[in-house]
């Protein structure tokens, strides 16, 4: 019994200290906190963006609506937020939901798992989080990635097959509604929070664009109108010129991509502190 006692103890006094650990960091020195999902890690160099206040990336693949959550509750106040959204936020499997455990993010991954909107191993989903909160990794910052200038066809066409059998073999309508309600929960605590909030907005290849996708990239464009008319953040288009062809596969940027848009982004946040969302798109430079 004392063992079991003293075990509780421990991984409450743990939780607490994880719920408020960002907050101490950011006591200790003011940072610019990254929330993304593979898009942003394989898309933005934080590194290059010569930011007053240093970056700290919370950033993960396959990060969705219970991550956004948890980040908007633990970010800590008066803080700088960036966070990169694209319309694979509303994917129908895999969201990753590894964040640890937090009330209004349980809420919603409870109701999710009760709901037929869209597909949750609720069982894996448990045991990720367990060992994401204890682990001492999830205390630091995420590295980003990059991938090579070569495309990937192969890759890119198999991704893409693999999206569009989901979008022909499922209903969106309950998962656009229930990933847009707490996206909004989310954003009510970053813009009541944050002293500078901004959203990146990331595409995707024209082949995915061209496709069935649409579906899911028309509901992006419109609740991206809704997000900037509601939390009065103008959408402003940055265009990326390149030469070659700037995705790797479907959805995550090349080497060279990478380094154009972290310095389009770079003086984008440099040049105007006014929070906004920046909408990327590339643009294709004659040789």
């Given at each position: ?48 963006l010569d930011l007053d206040k240093p970056p700290f990336s919370v950033a993960k693949h396959g990060n969705g609506y219970y991550d956004l959550i948890s ?144 579906l899911i990239q028309n509901h992006y464009d419109s609740n991206l109108s809704s997000i900037s008319s509601d939390y009065n953040m103008p959408l402003d ?39 906004r969302i920046l909408v990327i798109r590339f643009r294709h430079l004659s040789e």
């Amino acid at each position: 019994m004392l063992i079991l006692v003293s075990i509780a103890l421990f991984a409450g006094l743990w939780h607490v200290f994880f719920l408020n650990y960002w907050s101490t960091l950011e006591m200790i020195e003011k940072r610019t906190w990254i929330w993304g999902d593979s898009q942003m890690i394989q898309g933005l160099d934080p590194s290059m963006l010569d930011l007053d206040k240093p970056p700290f990336s919370v950033a993960k693949h396959g990060n969705g609506y219970y991550d956004l959550i948890s980040f908007a509750h633990r970010f800590p106040a008066k803080g700088d937020a960036i966070v990169g959204m694209g319309p694979l936020y509303y994917r129908y499997q895999k969201d990753r939901s590894e964040a640890g455990f937090q009330l209004d993010a349980m809420q919603a991954f409870y109701q999710a798992n009760q709901s037929n909107a869209f597909s949750v191993d609720f069982k894996e989903i448990v045991r990720t989080n367990i060992r994401y909160e204890f682990s001492i990794s999830g205390l630091e910052s995420v590295r980003h990635g990059r991938f090579s200038n070569r495309p990937d066809s192969t890759k890119r066409l198999k991704y893409i097959g693999n999206i569009l059998e989901v979008i022909d073999n499922n209903q969106f309508e309950g998962l656009f509604e229930f990933k847009d309600r707490w996206m909004h929960h989310a954003f009510d605590e970053l813009s009541d929070k944050a002293g500078r909030f901004h959203i990146i907005s990331w595409p995707v290849c024209q082949q995915l664009t061209d496709s069935r996708f649409s579906l899911i990239q028309n509901h992006y464009d419109s609740n991206l109108s809704s997000i900037s008319s509601d939390y009065n953040m103008p959408l402003d288009t940055v265009y990326v010129g390149v030469k070659m062809d700037p995705f790797h596969d479907a959805t995550h940027f090349s080497t060279d991509a990478v380094d154009q848009v972290s310095n389009q982004v770079k003086e984008e946040l440099n040049e105007d502190s006014t929070s906004r969302i920046l909408v990327i798109r590339f643009r294709h430079l004659s040789e």
